[in-house]
């Protein structure tokens, strides 16, 4: 169970996020050295499976998959992938089929010294090995997987560049969800012979065709990639049509994230060039195509207020088709901006037109990176990544997650690790919501032995604490209970006869029903407390004078009330107990409590 509070006329300034997670949980390998978890997937269940890669006892890196329970942060099974070479095997992307397996794909040095596309699946009980592929193209210059995307049936694509004697090309490939044997392979080079084809993200529409877009040159005279979106046929891979976008400067154009609607429309995300002047040349590029032949539905850039340069890397569709993409925006170089800040746009998918669009920066002089966007059932954004501050002695980078309301694009919660302190560093790499919003993010943090270790974490989804930026908020500190109230007590002053709101976030996490009560004052000071739910209902009973009107919790759910404090007569201050409850005998429970 946790508590946040948050003044309600204040809360169109929240703008920072406080408070532990459900569970963090790291892994150290057995050599004690570098390991970093690069990408995450739930199951249906809400359990966690991450992969990425481990130094070994040989000393080379090995591809780690883990799965972790969903509800305490356990490790289930974990299976270690020793590659040929036992030099570099590592996790690039996993996904979980309807049946809980889990198939993950990375690259391996092969024979040749050369990196490999390694696909595997596991067992979602226990982590057997159910099969195994790896692709070797056959040249010397390497094999290099990005994006792994499972159909309605469980067969699994893998999408990446590949060297074909010429350059690097596009090349994917379908194996069988049974026994992973290959289904089809298709390289794609664009129009020019000796393209370099670099294949960013795959996706998938309702007949099983596959969609995958990225960057490659389109004619010898041009050197500049230009957007490059093919669609290939389920069954054998067939080539059904090509997009190619260039850009209104004739320059360089990239491609990063596809996503495929509930219409089967593919929709693209990039960066396009537009030659306006140094630093401010680049803007998002956000398109939709038809998914019969490619032709263009809507097509939008956007260039940020600070007109930087701005890089749209990941996109996801909430459920009504609309588009949100999101990524880094270069501000402007001068005495109040540096480095990037997260830009983020949302499109309506019917015609593109642009709902809204925000910037967040932790600070005026830091660098924050996009790693990860997903989406929570009610369409608010939730995005990983990290950020440098550059104004800190120790300026090392740190773990940062945001939530954003999918209606405006306000901030809704931050999340910085509290890592990242005295030169240690963490990163998110991937983020994923289960069915109850509750946000999981992964990556790697600075370890007890001075190297990096495996970080998941698992957030709740009204984030485990809030605070507006208001002079004078005051954090009340964590608690430990064990059927025992807060040991803290707030006092805030009030002007006779005035009155004050909050918005009080209660989470019961815990596996049984827990009760609360707000106590209203001490002594004989005249202080109402009212409860409200979200829907401005009064759940209870005014508490005066001291007394206390408790609540009843269901294990697993929230209460989202609105605490209303009115002080009558000329009593000059109000106290509040935030919290008293019976837990039974669970002692883990941490409360987190934040008053204004």
């Excluded at 169970?1 to 006329?9: A, E, G, H, Q």
């Excluded at 560093?425 to 994923?432: D, L, N, T, W, Y």
Aim: with cysteine; net charge negative; hydrophobic share 30%.
């Amino acid at each position: 169970m946790k508590i946040s509070t948050i003044p309600v006329l204040l809360a169109s300034v929240l703008c920072a996020f406080a408070g532990d997670p459900s569970w963090e949980k790291c892994y150290n390998g057995p050599a004690n050295a570098p390991d970093h978890a690069e990408a995450l997937a739930l199951d249906s269940k809400g359990n966690a499976v991450v992969t990425g890669f481990s130094t070994g006892t040989s000393g080379g890196y090995d591809m780690l998959t883990a799965k972790f329970s969903g509800k305490t942060g356990r490790r289930i099974w974990e299976q270690r992938y020793d590659g040929p070479t036992s030099q570099y095997d590592k996790g690039i992307d996993v996904a979980v089929d309807q049946q809980g397996n889990v198939v993950v794909v990375g690259q391996s040095i092969g024979t040749g010294n050369n990196y490999d596309y390694y696909t595997a699946k596991y067992s979602g009980v226990d982590g057997t090995l159910l099969w195994q592929q790896r692709f070797d193209g056959g040249y010397s210059n390497g094999d290099y997987p990005i994006d792994l995307v499972l159909d309605a049936q469980g067969n699994a694509i893998v999408t990446g560049w590949s060297y074909d004697n010429n350059n690097y090309s596009y090349y994917t490939v379908k194996y069988a969800a049974a026994d992973g044997t290959p289904v089809w392979g298709a390289r794609y080079r664009g129009d020019y012979y000796n393209s370099y084809g670099q294949a960013q993200a795959v996706d998938v529409d309702s007949q099983g065709n596959v969609v995958v877009t990225g960057q490659s040159y389109t004619s010898y005279y041009s050197g500049n990639y230009d957007i490059h979106t093919v669609k290939y046929a389920a069954a054998d891979g067939a080539v059904l049509w090509t997009k190619i976008y260039n850009g209104s400067a004739n320059s360089t154009d990239y491609g990063y994230d596809v996503a495929v609607d509930g219409e089967d429309n593919v929709v693209v995300a990039g960066m396009t060039y537009t030659n306006r002047g140094y630093n401010s040349d680049w803007d998002y590029y956000t398109a939709k195509y038809s998914g019969t032949d490619g032709s263009t539905i809507w097509e939008q850039g956007l260039n940020s207020l600070n007109n930087g340069r701005d890089e749209g890397q990941r996109v996801v569709l909430n459920k009504k088709g609309d588009v949100c993409v999101t990524g880094e925006s270069r501000n402007n170089y001068d005495e109040d901006y540096s480095g990037y800040s997260i830009l983020t746009a949302m499109y309506s998918g019917s015609d593109g037109a642009l709902l809204w669009n925000q910037q967040h920066s932790v600070t005026g002089y830091s660098y924050q990176y996009v790693t990860g966007l997903t989406m929570d059932s009610k369409g608010n954004p939730v995005i990983a990544g990290y950020y440098r501050d550059y104004l800190q002695q120790n300026n090392a980078y740190k773990l940062l997650g945001l939530k954003l309301n999918g209606k405006n694009g306000d901030l809704l919660w931050k999340k910085i690790s509290p890592y990242g302190q005295k030169n240690h560093i963490s990163r998110a790499a991937s983020v994923a919501v289960d069915d109850a919003d509750r946000v999981f993010m992964t990556g790697y943090t600075t370890g007890s032995k001075n190297s990096s270790d495996y970080l998941i974490m698992k957030c709740g989804p009204l984030a485990d604490g809030l605070i507006s930026n208001v002079s004078g908020s005051k954090y009340l500190g964590d608690d430990i209970y064990n059927q025992h109230a807060l040991k803290q007590t707030s006092t805030v002053f009030l002007a006779p006869g005035s009155t004050r709101s909050f918005n009080v976030v209660i989470q019961n996490d815990a596996p049984m029903a827990a009760t609360y009560a707000f106590k209203g004052s001490a002594g004989s000071q005249n202080v109402s407390v009212f409860y409200t739910d979200e829907k401005g209902q009064d759940i209870t009973s005014a508490v005066r004078n001291g007394t206390y009107r408790t609540r009843k919790m269901p294990p697993g759910t929230n209460d989202v009330c609105n605490v209303r404090v009115s002080v009558d007569g000329d009593a000059p201050r109000w106290q509040i107990v935030p919290i008293k409850m019976h837990i039974g005998d669970d002692d883990t429970l941490k409360i987190v409590v934040w008053v204004n």
